[in-house]
């Protein structure tokens, strides 16, 4: 069978990022969408934290533990774990149930935008919540695309422990974007709301405007620029979040990706 997919994995690297690495799966092919033509390579770029029983979680929050309940090394055919965890842990989606009495549960919510193109933006010289500014900065710095997925960086390195000082989500900031047709917000920091909110107007914004949340992603080493975004809550059926594995993927556009414009590729 000839090969007709665009894509072929050639090889692996990985970069060290988070403890465990950012993954890197350079791919060679031919992209034939965006008007480019020609070779080039994407990489799959792991935006998850590790998650451990030193994860850090929200003071008072459930820690993730495991217990061996089957174990290979002893006369069990199998090993298995169980894990104790807060659904809030390491990189995850906030469902709209995790501040709305009625909000859809994490098994319930659409998927489509956890999945697409996405803009990452430096916000890491920004004070306080992550607001409009540096969007439209970013933006305008990058010829004028602005994608429905936006994801910020406020950490220039994404801390190992708890830190009580990570940046919100201006609830400005989420209605601009939701009128420019944004369905999902990202962020490195815990949460959308400072940690002493009462009032989670960062997560009722987003509920209001049908704008899905992910928190707590490891963006060090992730310039700003366009990227495919792949970060799927699981189907817990009534929980109010889900962790993902995010991931980022090159597109030809994105920072440092090497294009070779005629050349073929077999
Ligand atoms: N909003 C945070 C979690 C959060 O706010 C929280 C988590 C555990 C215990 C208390 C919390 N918030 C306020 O009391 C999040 O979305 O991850
Ligand atoms: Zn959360």
Same mark, same amino acid.
């Given at each position: 069978?000839?090969?007709?997919?665009?894509?072929?994995?050639?090889?692996?690297?990985? =970069?060290d990022?988070?403890?465990?690495? =950012?993954?890197?799966f350079?791919?060679?092919?031919?992209?034939?969408?965006?008007g480019h033509?020609?070779?080039w390579?994407a990489r799959l770029?792991?935006?998850s934290?590790?998650?451990?029983?030193?994860?850090?979680v929200?003071p008072?929050d459930?820690?993730?533990?495991?217990?061996?309940t089957s174990?290979l090394?002893?006369?069990d055919?199998?090993?298995?774990?169980?894990?104790?965890?807060?659904p809030h /842990? !390491?990189?995850h989606?906030?469902?709209?149930?995790h501040?709305?009495?009625?909000g859809?549960? /994490?098994?319930s919510?659409?998927l489509?935008?956890?999945?697409?193109?996405?803009?990452?933006?430096?916000m890491? !010289?920004?004070?306080?919540a992550?607001?409009?500014?540096?969007?439209?900065?970013?933006?305008?710095?990058? !010829? !004028?695309?602005?994608?429905?997925?936006?994801?910020?960086r406020?950490?220039?390195?994404y801390p190992r422990?708890?830190?009580?000082?990570?940046?919100?989500v201006?609830?400005?900031?989420?209605?601009?974007?939701?009128d420019?047709?944004?369905?999902?917000?990202?962020?490195?920091g815990a949460?959308f709301?400072?940690m002493?909110s009462?009032?989670m107007?960062?997560?009722?914004?987003?509920?209001?405007?049908s704008?899905a949340?992910l928190?707590?992603?490891?963006?060090?080493?992730?310039?700003e620029?366009?990227?495919?975004?792949i970060?799927?809550?699981l189907k817990?059926l009534?929980?109010?979040?889900s962790?993902?594995?995010a991931?980022l993927?090159t597109?030809p556009?994105s920072?440092?990706?090497p294009?070779?414009?005629?050349?073929?590729?077999?």
């Open positions: 069978m000839p090969n007709t997919s665009n894509y072929q994995t050639v090889e692996i690297d990985t =970069v990022c988070c403890d465990e690495g =950012v993954w890197m350079p791919r060679i092919g031919r992209h034939t969408g965006d033509t020609g070779d390579r770029i792991d935006i934290p590790p998650i451990s029983e030193s994860t850090p929200w008072g459930t820690a993730f533990t495991r217990a061996v174990d090394g002893g006369s055919a199998v090993t298995i774990n169980r894990i104790t965890t807060t /842990i !390491g990189a989606a906030d469902a709209p149930a501040t709305r009495i009625d859809a549960t /994490i098994g919510v659409p489509e935008p956890y999945l697409g193109e996405a803009l990452v933006v430096d890491t !010289g920004v004070d306080g992550a607001c409009i500014r540096p969007v439209e900065e970013t933006v305008e710095r990058l !010829g !004028g695309h602005l994608p429905q997925r936006l994801i910020l406020t950490y220039p390195k422990e708890w830190d009580n000082d990570f940046a919100g201006s609830p400005e900031l989420t209605h601009w974007f939701a420019r047709g944004g369905v999902l917000i990202g962020i490195d949460s709301d400072p002493d009462k009032t107007d960062g997560h009722h914004a987003a509920s209001d405007r704008v949340i928190e707590g992603l490891c963006l060090d080493d992730v310039d620029g366009y990227y495919e975004l970060a799927l809550p817990f009534d929980l109010d979040a962790p993902v594995r991931v993927r597109l556009s920072p440092s990706t294009t070779h414009a005629g050349e073929e590729s077999s």
